[in-house]
């Protein structure tokens, strides 16, 4: 069946722009992740949902992060007044549920650049 | 909090080479562990994973066992090929019911025929 797919797979943008990442999850999980992929911080954990549902926000590096899950199926991550900082791979990820033996699947990646 | 330390790459070897990657873990409980892979251009796949102590995950040639006295889970393979050259992530997922993981920095394999 299909996997995670993600779109844009590359992301050029100037410093201060709002960009939009979208991940469509394998379908029938109802858990998603996004993770960040940089050369400084390694892969680091921004946000999960269950659902709909974003429980816990606190690994969005700023408040200029955010990120919605419609109909338990596509989510987007908003990302407002880029900066050159915010570069990174963006990975989305998604699982049957949240429990701690449940595999995750991953995207391939929206590559951002912040110029 | 919980953290994951595996061995600094990148590591070198010739094909038919025996393979360790050492990951060792800090975390409460009991965490599932995993090791995934990023083949060059490429997103990460799971490679193999183990939900409880002494559980050996295995696929592809790979094997890591789980081990809660020395809280380590270490990557091995007996023969290497050059197509294994892909960088390594350990990975754990803990008791929190997020399902949030915490991943490792990454380990380089480059495999020289």
């Known amino acids: 069946g299909a996997g995670v797919s993600q779109s844009p797979s590359n992301k050029v943008t100037e410093k201060g722009k709002d960009v939009e990442l979208r991940c469509d999850p394998i379908s029938g999980h109802t858990a998603l992740y996004w993770y960040r992929q940089s050369l400084g911080q390694g892969l680091e954990f921004l946000i999960y949902?269950?659902?709909?549902?974003?429980?816990?926000k606190s690994g969005l590096p700023s408040d200029r992060f955010s990120a919605e899950r419609t109909g338990g199926s596509v989510s987007t991550l908003t990302i407002q007044r880029t900066q050159q900082e915010d570069s990174a791979v963006y990975l989305c990820a998604s699982s049957l549920g949240l429990a701690r033996t449940d595999t995750q699947y991953f995207g391939p990646g929206t590559r951002l650049t912040v110029l | 909090g919980d953290s994951v330390t595996q061995m600094e790459g990148p590591v070198t070897l010739s094909e038919e080479a025996f393979l360790t990657i050492n990951c060792t873990y800090t975390?409460?409980?009991?965490?599932?562990l995993f090791w995934y892979v990023q083949y060059p251009g490429e997103g990460l796949q799971l490679l193999l994973k183990?939900?409880?102590?002494?559980d050996k995950g295995s696929n592809k040639g790979f094997e890591a066992t789980y081990r809660k006295e020395t809280t380590s889970f270490h990557l091995e393979k007996g023969s290497v090929q050059v197509s294994d050259s892909a960088v390594y992530f350990c990975?754990?997922?803990?008791?929190?019911?997020?399902?949030?993981?915490?991943f490792g920095q990454g380990t380089t394999l480059q495999v020289k025929p």
């Open positions: 975390a409460t409980g009991y965490p599932s």
């Open positions: 949902f269950q659902g709909n549902s974003a429980p816990d």
């Open positions: 990975a754990l997922s803990d008791q929190s019911n997020t399902g949030k993981l915490i």
């Open positions: 183990a939900t409880k102590a002494d």
